[in-house]
Every structure is written in C-alpha cells, then in structure tokens.
C-alpha cells in the first residue's frame, strides 16, 4: 500500500511495527525523507511529539505509546469489521418472511421452511399462511409462494413448477353413493367446493380432459369453504366428491384414504409461482430459498 493512501492511525502502526523510519519506507515503497515529512504532518497536527528519534531507530514517547494502543484497537475492530461484512455475503442473516396458501404452506412448505432453517440458522424466518389471495407485499412479505398467476402488476415472478387437479372421494363415500362413470353424472353427486375467499365466488366449474375429450361440468356445491383444508378433510371424512390439486392429494390416493374418481379424465392444469416485489436488490436468501424450493418441491411433492 502506498504511503498516500494510508490514514494516519495505519501509517503510525505500520512505522512503530517496522521499528524505524528507513525499515517503514522499505515496507510502503516510499524514501526515508517521505516517512519523516509524514511523521512531522502526524505530530504537528496532534500537537505532540509521538515519538522520541535518534540516527538509527526510535522509542515512543508516553503519547506515543498512548496513540499506538489505541490505534491498534482501531485497526483490529477495522478487520473484525471487515471479516464480518465478507462473512455475511457467505452466510445469510436478517429475516426473511414467506407467504403461501394455508394448505400448501401447513403441509409442503412447512417442513422444507423448517429444514432451510437448520442450514442457515443465522436467518430469522416467518412462513405466513392464508386463504389464497388474502395477503400482498403491504403484509411486509419478502415473497409469496401461490398458485397461479397473481392479478397485480409490476412485481417479479417465478414459475416453480406445475400441477393439475384430480377428482377424488373417500372409499366409504363410493360404497354409500357409488361412483361417477361419465363427468356428466358428477351432476348426481354430492361436490365439495372451494370459493374465492374475498368476494365469496364460488369455484364450481370443473375442467376434466382427456385424449380424446374435453368437458367443462358446472356442479352444484353441497358443501362449499373458502379454506382448502376443510374441503380436504370433508373428502376424507365420507361427504362428497372434490376438485383437488395432485400435489395436496397424492399421499392420501397412495394411502388409499381417497380414491381417483374418472382416473382417465385430469382437471386442469396449475402452476406454482414465486412472486417478488419489483425492486432492484432481491435479498441473496430469497435467492438461495427459491433455488433450494424448486429442487425440494420437484424431488418430494408431485409437481412436474
């Protein structure tokens, strides 16, 4: 480092640490004379001598001793300082707050929630859960974890991965009622449907596709929520038939607790997305959360 570019505090510790004035110019490349002039600038400025010269080396003087302590602290604090700033690119720290639907969040992201945490434990996490749609960035999130496409504009968006919904009731709700052979009989049957939680509008137009055919069957609810998880458990509990995403119903169709109604039929098709705010800077752990869920999602949940 060139003698210049040193602040006063530095330039004294490296001349007290070299020993003397000829040894300091041969470690910042600089002429004897130059360190001297510095020297002087230092001792006049502070209005005392620092250091106490003979022809070959010097001793500190008593504010020369005092000056050097205190610089040393400084510069030590200097470098923990440093080291901490580069050290937080590395490992990530601060908060970071997710939101994500209650069923999707309680069941899939919970645990991944949980094990990102024990790998960065230096971040604080939040993982906010409501009915689709019923929270934005006014709630303070970093990001919102939801399925399809959100209404507003101008923020950030990222396709995660895709699913479609399947029809599905519970074995005993099949023995009471039988089963639906053709989408249109889906019309004498007890449906449970979702509705969207502000305006109260019900979901009851069910897509069902296959090869060859496509239908769109509009279906009388018996028994409707605004929460996923309630019309879930009316599934599994023997009260209708519901319009379910895949990932939600996969482990209870591989358990056996439901059962694929018109397994040759898939409704439609839904993908999840990552929104963000629209802002210059995205936090790096938004960055390390997103890239870690798109592997977790795809390895353990049934998303394309």
Same mark, same amino acid.
Not at 68 to 74: L, S
Not at 180 to 186: I, M, S
Not at 206 to 216: G, P, Q, R, Y
Not at 273 to 287: E, G, T
């Given at each position: 480092?060139?003698?210049? /570019?040193?602040? /006063?505090?530095?330039?004294?510790?490296?001349?007290? /640490?070299?020993?003397?004035?000829?040894?300091?110019?041969?470690?910042?490349?600089?002429?004897?004379?130059?360190?001297?002039?510095?020297?002087?600038?230092?001792?006049? +400025?502070?209005?005392?001598?620092?250091?106490?010269?003979?022809?070959?080396?010097?001793?500190?003087?008593?504010?020369?001793?005092?000056?050097?302590?205190?610089?040393?602290?400084?510069?030590?604090?200097?470098?923990?300082?440093?080291?901490?700033?580069?050290?937080?690119?590395?490992? $990530?720290?601060?908060?970071?707050?997710?939101?994500?639907?209650?069923?999707?969040? +309680?069941?899939?992201?919970?645990?991944?929630?949980?094990?990102?945490?024990?790998?960065?434990?230096?971040?604080?996490?939040?993982?906010?859960?409501?009915?689709?749609?019923?929270?934005?960035?006014?709630?303070?999130?970093?990001?919102?974890?939801?399925?399809?496409?959100?209404?507003?504009?101008?923020?950030?968006?990222?396709?995660?991965?895709?699913?479609?919904?399947?029809?599905?009731?519970?074995?005993?709700?099949?023995?009471?009622?039988?089963?639906?052979?053709?989408?249109?009989?889906?019309?004498?049957?007890?449906?449970?449907?979702?509705?969207?939680?502000?305006?109260?509008?019900?979901?009851?137009?069910?897509?069902?596709?296959?090869?060859?055919?496509?239908?769109?069957?509009?279906?009388?609810?018996?028994?409707?929520?605004?929460?996923?998880?309630?019309?879930?458990?009316?599934?599994?509990?023997?009260?209708?038939?519901?319009?379910? $995403?895949?990932?939600?119903?996969?482990?209870?169709?591989?358990?056996?607790?439901?059962?694929?109604?018109?397994?040759?039929?898939?409704?439609?098709?839904?993908?999840?997305?990552?929104? $963000?705010?629209?802002?210059?800077?995205?936090?790096?752990?938004?960055?390390?959360?997103?890239?870690?869920?798109?592997?977790?999602?795809?390895?353990?949940?049934?998303?394309?």
């Amino acid at each position: 480092m060139a003698l210049d /570019d040193l602040t /006063d505090v530095a330039f004294f510790m490296h001349l007290v /640490d070299a020993g003397s004035v000829t040894a300091t110019g041969k470690r910042l490349g600089a002429s004897p004379a130059a360190v001297s002039r510095r020297l002087s600038r230092l001792e006049t +400025r502070l209005g005392i001598a620092l250091v106490i010269r003979n022809t070959r080396h010097f001793h500190l003087s008593d504010a020369g001793q005092l000056y050097y302590d205190g610089g040393k602290k400084i510069v030590e604090e200097s470098e923990r300082l440093e080291a901490e700033v580069i050290q937080s690119d590395q490992l $990530l720290q601060g908060s970071l707050s997710i939101g994500a639907p209650l069923e999707l969040g +309680r069941n899939k992201l919970a645990p991944f929630i949980a094990d990102f945490h024990e790998k960065h434990q230096g971040l604080q996490l939040t993982l906010a859960v409501a009915s689709e749609g019923s929270y934005d960035f006014a709630d303070y999130l970093d990001i919102i974890i939801r399925l399809g496409l959100p209404e507003a504009t101008g923020t950030i968006v990222t396709k995660i991965a895709s699913t479609v919904r399947v029809l599905c009731a519970s074995p005993e709700y099949i023995i009471k009622n039988g089963e639906p052979r053709t989408p249109d009989e889906l019309h004498q049957h007890t449906c449970l449907c979702l509705r969207r939680y502000k305006t109260m509008e019900v979901i009851n137009q069910w897509v069902l596709e296959n090869k060859e055919h496509s239908h769109v069957i509009t279906v009388t609810p018996s028994l409707s929520s605004t929460n996923a998880e309630i019309i879930h458990d009316w599934a599994l509990s023997g009260k209708g038939i519901a319009y379910k $995403l895949l990932c939600d119903a996969h482990e209870n169709l591989q358990n056996g607790s439901l059962v694929r109604i018109l397994p040759a039929y898939q409704g439609e098709a839904v993908s999840l997305y990552a929104v $963000l705010p629209s802002r210059s800077h995205i936090k790096k752990s938004v960055r390390l959360l997103l890239g870690e869920l798109k592997k977790y999602i795809k390895n353990s949940m049934f998303f394309d």
